[in-house]
């Protein structure tokens, strides 16, 4: 199972960006899926979850500028960025809960590499 996302950049204040996260493998379900981020010097933290059944659990920091999404005949979860501030510089990994029946079922996070988002004051 692999997680790409897409969708960062350089954008100023005030600005937004769309991320994506596309999971292909062999995959028998996914159940939650979700973006985190992580910015210099600080660590690791949840930026949002959603369901498979499309409830939805975002951090303090960025409710009523950020939604998540999901498409799930296309296994991929989005995260729309509105508002962006300074602060929420940092490298953002989409992560999915996913279970495979390749020798047995079974279940575990993937992650994704990455991608690097940047608000300028």
């Known amino acids: 199972v692999q997680l790409q996302a897409s969708g960062g950049g350089l954008v100023q204040a005030g600005g937004s960006l769309r991320l994506s996260c596309a999971a292909s493998g062999n995959i028998f379900r996914i159940n939650d899926m979700g973006w985190y981020r992580q910015a210099p010097g600080k660590q690791r933290e949840l930026v949002a979850r959603?369901?498979?059944?499309?409830?939805?659990n975002n951090a303090d920091s960025v409710k009523g500028r950020f939604t998540i999404s999901r498409d799930n005949a296309k296994n991929t979860v989005y995260l729309q960025m509105n508002s962006l501030k300074p602060e929420d510089t940092a490298v953002y990994y989409c992560y999915a809960h996913v279970c495979t029946v390749v020798n047995g079922f079974s279940c575990a996070d993937y992650w994704g590499k990455g991608t690097l988002v940047t608000v300028s004051s």
């Open positions: 959603i369901t498979s059944r499309g409830s939805t």
